[in-house]
């Protein structure tokens, strides 16, 4: 498998698309003004202690100030914050923690990192225990704890706690080692390991440096985390199409990533750097329901809260001998199909897959198997069942980000994210239904319907036999006017 990786930068949003063998599998956006605080280290100054509530304001040079839970400080000892329990599922005893009055004052300098991002009038909120996430790897500098995702096999956890506390060292500090982290080599953890003690490094060295309201630590931006987190040994080239950021890039990689840096590469042609594969087409049919496949079948993608379905159809697909054939080629095809739409439009959570009914077994098989060997290919944790009872798959996959729906669009303000609207002859009942509930409780002088153009003319024509008769039952007098920028559903009954 050969695989590119195209960047195109501009100032308000960075779009990255992993291309292998020609064909788009992920797609990931990051828009400026939309990027969190969570993450962030920086150098705070305690502008009020509040004893009543066991907490700080801090002052990080934001609009508002932060707050600080005596549960998210670390004790003077340098022990674990009050409430923690560690992600191998494995409670922590703690002390009581000291009175926040006895630990911090006001006008101290205090290193303090994001948790939870600023929302409406509240101000973010705050940890003095510093977490560092790599690729792999979460590192606590302040502890020396070596924990492992309760998200990974309780029968592997031992081992894998082992093997990291021999990467670790006796340099200090202790590691998580986050799920997608299960499969990783030692060479790959020693990497990430490095990259993080570095990292920290250069985060004290801030602190002494800088004054107090200082960023000492920005959470990589999507530019960064590519060299990070998506570069593989398939990568042949990383093409980024500006030269600023290719620079910047560069001094990161080369600092932290030379492997990964060696295949950056400056993209100086005329067209622009989606064009090559075709990727805002992709993008367009990523957000639409209905995916065609090559042999004629359609996959229909339905998302909601809840979960993902992908149901199968052979379409106009009839070019094997028998059906049996026909039902075995499409689903194989489906199966390849699923897995990268799970990637290219990020989906996570519960996902069930509905493939065409197989009467063979031997078929069953290879279409899951076909499925399972594609999964594989994702770099995004996925667990995948058996066919069930009723010829469902059902699998899960890890939600790392914002699915590409998500960050892309809105809920229809006229549907109100249903997918569908009342049709006009519905919404022309509604309206007869309500002018008799108005002309029950209030005598005006003339009802006037104000409603869509589709609705006014149903009314007009097919209706007008019902529209009559309300206004001789109700004695008054109805009158009706087209308004072209309302809605199909939207409607006003105005009493004249």
Request: proline share 3%.
């Amino acid at each position: 498998m050969q695989q590119d990786i195209l960047i195109n930068w501009s100032p308000q949003e960075t779009r990255v698309a992993i291309v292998e063998n020609g064909a788009v599998q992920e797609l990931h956006v990051e828009r400026t003004l939309e990027r969190g605080l969570v993450g962030n280290v920086y150098l705070g100054k305690v502008a009020r202690v509040l004893p009543g509530m066991q907490s700080a304001f801090i002052d990080i040079g934001l609009e508002r100030a932060a707050f600080l839970h005596v549960a998210d400080l670390m004790s003077a000892s340098g022990g674990h914050r009050s409430s923690e329990t560690d992600v191998s599922g494995t409670a922590k005893a703690a002390a009581t923690p000291l009175p926040i009055e006895k630990q911090v004052f006001d006008g101290q300098a205090l290193m303090v990192q994001v948790i939870k991002d600023p929302i409406g009038s509240k101000g973010a909120r705050l940890s003095t225990q510093i977490s560092i996430a790599g690729r792999l790897l979460v590192f606590l500098p302040q502890d020396n704890h070596i924990g492992v995702s309760q998200k990974i096999p309780t029968a592997l956890r031992e081992s894998l706690r082992a093997r990291l506390q021999g990467l670790a060292g006796e340099a200090g500090g202790g590691f998580i080692l986050r799920t997608n982290g299960e499969d990783a080599t030692d060479a790959e953890l020693a990497d990430d390991v490095a990259y993080l003690r570095k990292t920290w490094t250069r985060i004290k060295e801030a602190s002494v440096r800088l004054p107090p309201l200082s960023l000492l630590h920005q959470d990589l931006n999507l530019l960064h985390r590519v060299l990070r987190d998506m570069v593989g040994e398939a990568t042949q080239a990383i093409r980024l199409d500006s030269k600023e950021q290719f620079d910047l890039l560069m001094g990161f990689g080369r600092e932290f990533m030379p492997a990964a840096a060696a295949r950056l590469q400056h993209y100086k042609g005329e067209r622009p750097i989606f064009d090559l594969f075709s990727i805002d087409e992709e993008i367009a049919k990523a957000l639409g329901r209905r995916v065609e496949l090559k042999s004629g079948g359609y996959l229909i993608v339905e998302q909601t809260e809840a979960l993902t379905t992908v149901d199968v159809n052979t379409g106009g697909f009839v070019g094997a001998r028998n059906f049996d054939d026909t039902v075995f080629k499409t689903n194989l095809e489906a199966a390849q199909a699923i897995a990268r739409q799970l990637r290219l439009r990020n989906l996570g959570g519960i996902i069930i897959a509905d493939f065409i009914d197989m009467v063979r077994e031997d078929h069953r098989e290879a279409v899951l198997a076909e499925f399972r060997k594609q999964l594989a290919r994702d770099r995004v944790k996925t667990m995948t069942g058996g066919f069930s009872q009723l010829g469902l798959v059902e699998m899960t996959r890890k939600r790392t980000r914002e699915s590409l729906a998500h960050i892309l669009t809105e809920s229809c303000e006229a549907c109100q994210g249903r997918g569908h609207l009342k049709t006009a002859r519905s919404v022309a009942y509604d309206i007869l239904r309500e002018i008799l509930r108005e002309a029950r409780q209030f005598n005006p002088r003339e009802f006037r319907v104000v409603a869509s153009p589709k609705v006014i003319e149903l009314l007009l024509d097919e209706e007008s036999p019902h529209l009559a008769g309300l206004s001789d039952f109700i004695g008054k007098p109805i009158s009706l006017q087209s308004e072209t920028a309302m809605g199909q559903e939207h409607y006003d009954i105005v009493l004249l």
